[in-house]
């Protein structure tokens, strides 16, 4: 199709096309990624089961920790891939559309999911680039992207609350960590040890879970 100035246009109904097969490849990306993360998440929560069991709270909260980021790891994920949903949703509006009237439509809907996604390290660079195409085709205006983007999930994960972690350590062991004596730095090492000792010794009580 000729457009302005000699420009080749798309037919509305193959950039339709392009758009859900791409949007659905996307969607099963996230699922695999949402499995991945719950597979991992299962392993963490093997081990601080294990740590409980030795009495060990401090690795359980570290790992209580790792499975509080696994959480919103994969509830970030699904409202991802509610929006591609959303989107897949409304190119079925698209192609009713190019069916009756032979053109696509502006859809504030389309432009507002678009937005979100452009913020999700996952599929961005692909948001990015079937934006441009969407406002080529008149569907979405042009987006300013946020800079501030979602915060850091390390910066979330110092700040989460202790009562949370308490909370998940709870749920894991349920309950029975508390009834159980705490191994406390004092009773296992001498006094005035370094830092670089401590870190060295819960690194390698993380590895031997693990291993």
């Given at each position: 199709m000729m457009g302005l100035f000699g420009e080749t246009k798309k037919d509305p109904k193959v950039l339709v096309t392009e758009w859900t097969r791409e949007i659905r490849k996307q969607e099963r990306q996230i699922e695999r990624q949402i499995n991945g993360i719950k597979r991992e998440q299962l392993k963490v929560e093997r081990s601080l089961k294990d740590s409980a069991k030795k009495g060990d709270k401090d690795v359980c909260k570290i790992l209580a920790k790792e499975i509080l980021q696994s959480r919103k790891g994969v509830n970030k994920m699904y409202t991802t891939k509610a929006h591609l949903n959303?989107?897949?949703?409304?190119?079925?509006?698209?192609?009713?559309?190019?069916?009756?009237?032979?053109?696509?439509?502006?859809?504030?809907?389309?432009?507002?999911?678009?937005?979100?996604?452009?913020?999700?390290?996952?599929?961005?660079?692909?948001?990015?680039?079937?934006?441009?195409?969407?406002?080529?085709?008149?569907?979405?205006?042009?987006?300013?992207?946020?800079?501030?983007?979602?915060?850091?999930?390390?910066e979330e994960l110092d700040e989460a609350a202790d009562e949370e972690v308490e909370k998940v350590i709870a749920e894991i062991t349920k309950g029975k960590l508390s009834a159980m004596p705490s191994i406390e730095r004092h009773e296992l090492e001498e006094p005035g040890p370094s830092v670089e000792v401590e870190e060295d010794d819960m690194t390698a009580r993380l590895a031997a879970l693990r291993s």
């Amino acid at each position: 199709m000729m457009g302005l100035f000699g420009e080749t246009k798309k037919d509305p109904k193959v950039l339709v096309t392009e758009w859900t097969r791409e949007i659905r490849k996307q969607e099963r990306q996230i699922e695999r990624q949402i499995n991945g993360i719950k597979r991992e998440q299962l392993k963490v929560e093997r081990s601080l089961k294990d740590s409980a069991k030795k009495g060990d709270k401090d690795v359980c909260k570290i790992l209580a920790k790792e499975i509080l980021q696994s959480r919103k790891g994969v509830n970030k994920m699904y409202t991802t891939k509610a929006h591609l949903n959303s989107i897949e949703m409304q190119m079925k509006n698209q192609a009713a559309s190019v069916r009756v009237s032979g053109a696509l439509s502006k859809s504030a809907d389309v432009m507002k999911s678009m937005n979100s996604l452009l913020k999700v390290q996952e599929v961005s660079a692909t948001m990015q680039a079937m934006s441009k195409e969407m406002m080529k085709a008149g569907i979405i205006e042009e987006m300013m992207e946020d800079s501030m983007g979602a915060m850091d999930d390390d910066e979330e994960l110092d700040e989460a609350a202790d009562e949370e972690v308490e909370k998940v350590i709870a749920e894991i062991t349920k309950g029975k960590l508390s009834a159980m004596p705490s191994i406390e730095r004092h009773e296992l090492e001498e006094p005035g040890p370094s830092v670089e000792v401590e870190e060295d010794d819960m690194t390698a009580r993380l590895a031997a879970l693990r291993s």
